[in-house]
């Protein structure tokens, strides 16, 4: 069973930085796209940033765009989320998902949140002083 579990969400002041991480138990990530989800309280879930199977493609939200970076590191089996000048609204639950690579493209991936092959469970992320 394709199995996500995501780190690395904290409580960070505004303006301050927070890396993600979203690794895989049993099966590897390097035939999926991997992409970055978050919902926040009251709203529907939105795609963030998603990245392609081996790394050369990504894709990211206006919002985010210049703020956030996303990678990977197949070997280790895990894809990042660099955050940096985090916004109170970035404040959200923070998913990843995967998708087989020939599934999909990023661009189509982040813009919909049907047809994942896997979730992860989470992790919070709240920006307040």
């Known amino acids: 069973q394709l199995q996500l579990v995501e780190s690395g969400g904290d409580l960070v002041q505004p303006g301050g930085s927070l890396r993600l991480s979203c690794a895989a138990s049993a099966f590897t990530l390097k035939n999926y796209a991997i992409g970055w989800f978050r919902q926040a309280p009251g709203k529907e879930r939105e795609g963030v940033s998603c990245i392609s199977s081996r790394g050369d493609i990504t894709n990211y939200a206006d919002s985010v765009q210049g703020r956030f970076t996303i990678s990977r590191d197949n070997a280790k089996n895990v894809v990042y989320l660099q955050m940096n000048s985090l916004k109170p609204e970035d404040t959200a639950v923070y998913y990843c998902?995967?998708?087989?690579?020939?599934?999909?493209?990023?661009?189509?991936?982040?813009?919909?949140?049907?047809?994942?092959?896997?979730w992860g469970k989470g992790t919070l992320v709240t920006v307040s002083s």
């Open positions: 998902a995967a998708r087989l690579f020939f599934r999909t493209t990023v661009q189509a991936m982040c813009a919909n949140t049907g047809g994942m092959d896997s």
